[in-house]
């Protein structure tokens, strides 16, 4: 019965992932016949000489050289909102391109929204700060906790990277940053229910996790960068790490514990987001950025959960030592 919650919200996740896996559309749009030939007419006439990659490398903005932005990357870009307007002319509606939305670019960032949601999501994990002013250092989950904020806010950080330009490189360290980050949280989950007075336990879980990573990444960069097989990782991976969390607060009678209950259920909840299929809004705001945009609040309660619980565990080694 005490568990009931978590069971029903690992069922919840499935289907996300199963929804989110069957309503994912070819990118039409830069396989369309509009595309394909202004890109082609347009590269042939700005990059197939070097007199005119010369032109075009003089005439470019600093923050478009800076973040690697191409004469044919140019040409896609301009290509990319002629295909738009002629989808949305004939009335056929907005089309992907490489798998994506088409955005504004904003001083070189293809991805402005999720660029600026992905640093405020980084700058809440700061928060440790206050945790390791407020709890002392002899906390079992101290350290713990400051290793998983290191791996979130390195997690932001390509999160941030990534969005502003999307390349092969920018987006596997994206996916190898969240899914160590899913990991460390599971880790911590086992350092909270195993404790860490006996490292020998944690340290097993642990070296399980680094395993799983290892192979992971491995795969994916040594053998396939398969994109349904790494969604299909996280969320298992994640939902074990929900119910959990879940059922550890079930046990718990401590009043705080509903911050991490709702944390958790919240993100279960939030992501719904990430199937809100729409174009987006003044060509800036589309789903995955709305995500983004939901997530740091919960970290903000997430970090008053894990101050609390600190100080509570502060609490029983004066207990003991009394």
């Known amino acids: ?42 590269e042939y006439h ?39 307007d002629a989808f949305q002319k004939d009335g056929i509606g907005t089309p992907h391109f490489y798998g994506k939305w088409p955005f504004i670019r904003l001083f070189g960032m293809q991805e402005p929204a999720s660029v600026v949601f992905s640093v405020l999501n980084g700058l809440f994990h700061l928060r440790i700060v206050t945790y390791r002013r407020l709890v002392p250092s002899t906390v079992p989950m101290f350290y713990v906790w400051q290793c998983v904020a290191a791996i979130s806010m390195n ?50 879980c642990g070296a399980v996790l680094l395993g799983l990573f290892l192979q992971h990444t491995y795969y994916l960069s040594m053998v396939k960068f398969d994109y349904g097989y790494n969604m299909i990782v996280n969320v298992s991976v994640g939902a074990v790490n929900m119910v959990g969390w879940l059922i550890w607060c079930c046990y718990h009678k401590q009043r ?13 909840v939030l992501l719904a987001l990430e199937l809100g299929e729409f174009s987006p809004l003044f060509w800036v705001f589309d789903a995955h950025s709305l995500w983004h945009a939901s997530t740091f609040p919960l970290c903000y309660l997430w970090y008053s959960f894990i101050i609390d619980d600190g100080l509570y565990l502060a609490n029983k080694q004066k207990d003991k030592i009394l």
């Open 256 to 268: 705080y514990v509903w911050k991490c209950a709702t944390v958790v259920l919240g993100l279960n």
């Open 1 to 42: 019965m005490k568990s009931s919650i978590a069971v029903n919200s690992l069922i919840t996740t499935v289907c996300i992932l199963l929804v989110m896996m069957s309503v994912t559309e070819a990118s039409y749009g830069d396989r369309s016949y509009v595309f394909q030939r202004c890109a082609y007419t347009c």
């Open 155 to 204: 997690t932001w950080l390509w999160s941030t990277v990534f969005h502003a330009r999307d390349t092969p490189f920018t987006e596997m360290m994206d996916y190898f940053s969240a899914f160590s980050l899913v990991l460390s949280n599971l880790f911590c989950l086992c350092c909270r229910v195993l404790g860490t007075d006996r490292p020998l336990r944690p340290a097993l």
């Open 46 to 84: 700005n990059c197939s000489t070097a007199s005119a990659r010369a032109k075009f490398a003089a005439s470019q903005p600093w923050h478009q050289r800076a973040l690697k932005w191409t004469c044919e990357d140019e040409c896609g870009y301009m290509c990319m909102w002629t295909t738009v």
